[in-house]
């Protein structure tokens, strides 16, 4: 079964509205969670990596301000998208390592962003 | 800079075999991981390698030769089901997941 949930499947908002992904563990306590984001027929782009307890580490060329993640405990990381644009629109997936850091990632089912 | 290459489509029959082909430039080497991805879903596990040689689980086996920065995911009995991109990562030194663009593969019945 699932060991990550992500919560909404898909979304549909308008410009200049925000719009909050959760992501949560089911059975394992995630310090670390990653998010990504992924365009149509690309591979995936890391986004940020969420730290438990702590401010999140972006990547390059990816606003803060814009994409704002709340880790909150070691069982939920919370990306909200701010102010959206129909640029935003995409497919966000969250991930977490199970344990040790070589583990493989489990993934969210994804969330499907169109902003109109 | 740190770079992974994999083909962009390949091709297959039903019933047969396809070997989909990794290889990589990194800062430093953690392990290899295969994820499948179905269109419009999120990735998952498939196999992962650290040490060379082939792993083999099920239908789906995985390769890795570290000296060559080369893997391979080795897909037997093929399924229409097994249409799906499939991802290369490498976790470099700094446990940084580098990804490879994905591998489209398209079975014909």
């Known amino acids: 079964g699932a060991v990550v949930s992500q919560h909404p499947s898909w979304v549909i908002c308008k410009s200049g509205t925000s719009v909050k992904i959760e992501c949560r563990s089911l059975d394992f306590q995630a310090t670390t969670m990653f998010w990504y984001r992924q365009f149509p027929k690309q591979s995936l782009m890391l986004m940020a990596t969420?730290?438990?307890?702590?401010?999140?580490?972006?990547e390059q060329g990816v606003e803060k301000d814009k994409f704002l993640i709340n880790h909150a405990s070691l069982t939920l990381s919370t990306l909200t998208v701010t102010s959206a644009h129909p640029e935003d629109s995409s497919f966000y997936i969250c991930?977490?390592?199970?344990?040790?850091?070589?583990?493989?990632?489990?993934f969210g089912n994804g969330t499907r962003l169109t902003v109109t | 800079g740190q770079n992974i290459d994999q083909p962009t489509e390949m091709t297959a029959t039903e019933g047969a075999i396809v070997q989909i082909n990794c290889t990589y430039q990194?800062?430093?080497?953690?392990?290899l991981f295969w994820y499948q991805q179905h269109a419009g879903e999120a990735p998952t596990f498939l196999s992962y390698?650290?040490l060379d040689g082939l792993e083999e689980k099920g239908r789906f086996s995985s390769f890795l030769s570290r000296s060559k920065g080369y893997s391979y995911l080795l897909l037997k009995e093929l399924q229409m089901k097994d249409s799906a991109s499939y991802l290369c990562?490498?976790?470099?030194?700094?446990?940084?997941?580098?990804w490879g663009a994905g591998t489209k593969l398209i079975i014909k019945p």
């Open positions: 990194t800062s430093g080497f953690n392990g």
């Open positions: 969420s730290n438990e307890g702590s401010k999140a580490t972006y």
């Open positions: 990562a490498v976790l470099d030194s700094n446990y940084q997941l580098i």
């Open positions: 390698n650290v």
């Open positions: 991930s977490a390592p199970r344990d040790r850091e070589n583990s493989p990632l489990h």
